[in-house]
Each structure stands twice: as structure tokens, then as C-alpha cells.
Nanobody, 124 residues
Framework: QVQLVESGGGLVQPGGSLRLSCAAS????????MGWFRQAPGKEREFLAG????????YYVDSVKGRFNISRDNAKNTVYLQMNSLKPEDTAVYYC?????????????????WGQGTQATVSS
């Protein structure tokens, strides 16, 4: 059983940056594919980025490609999401998730463990 705890959210002005962290415990972190999702009010939870267990492969949806960067430190059992050039439409609760499959998946139902989420608000 893996427990995930996100941190790093907050209020930032448009064009600013935030770095989200997700600390894992209770499992073999390096064996999980990790993903970041977000959910804005009144919207479905959407996949943003994923990273392979080794960290060598990443995948981004078009809306964040070039602005967000996912990375992981298996020695620290932590996955990160660096978010740059933030826009008001990036305002959402951000979740990290872990999957036992061996490849990056974008489907919410393929993720087995979830964090509680961290709020990121982009506003002037």
C-alpha cells in the first residue's frame, strides 16, 4: 500500500511558477509509474503528465507541454511537477498518483494510489 502526500501548492500571479512535490511511503516507489492530474471546479479530473519508474521517459498533454516538467527522485521517494508560465486556467487541485503498470498511462482508472491533492491558484 502506497501513501502519497502532495505539497507545494499556493497562490501565484499569472506568469509565475510553482513546484509541486509528492512524497511516497509504504511501498517500493521506484517500481511505480507516477502521474500528475488536476481537477478544476466543475470539471473532470484530467491527466497532465506521467513519468516512468526510471524517470527516463515522460509524457505530457499538449496543454502543459513546454510549461510543466515532471521529474522524480527515487532515492527520496518523491515525484515533482515544476509548473512555469502559469495561467489562470491552471487553477485547480493537483493530484499525484501511482500506477503498478509498467508504462505511462493517461487514464485515471489505471492509477492505483492517489494523494489528497494540493490547491494551486493562479490569479492577480
Amino acid at each position: 500500500q502506497v501513501q502519497l502526500v502532495e505539497s507545494g501548492g499556493g497562490l501565484v500571479q499569472p506568469g509565475g511558477s510553482l513546484r509541486l512535490s509528492c512524497a511516497a511511503s509504504g511501498g517500493t516507489f521506484s517500481s511505480y509509474v507516477m502521474g500528475w492530474f488536476r481537477q478544476a471546479p466543475g470539471k473532470e479530473r484530467e491527466f497532465l503528465a506521467g513519468i516512468s519508474w526510471s524517470g527516463r521517459t515522460t509524457y505530457y498533454v499538449d496543454s502543459v507541454k513546454g510549461r510543466f516538467n515532471i521529474s522524480r527522485d527515487n532515492a527520496k521517494n518523491t515525484v515533482y511537477l515544476q509548473m512555469n508560465s502559469l495561467k489562470p486556467e491552471d487553477t485547480a487541485v493537483y493530484y499525484c498518483a501511482a500506477s503498478i503498470v509498467s508504462y505511462i498511462v493517461t487514464i485515471r482508472e489505471k492509477y492505483d494510489y492517489w494523494g489528497q491533492g494540493t490547491q494551486a491558484t493562479v490569479s492577480s
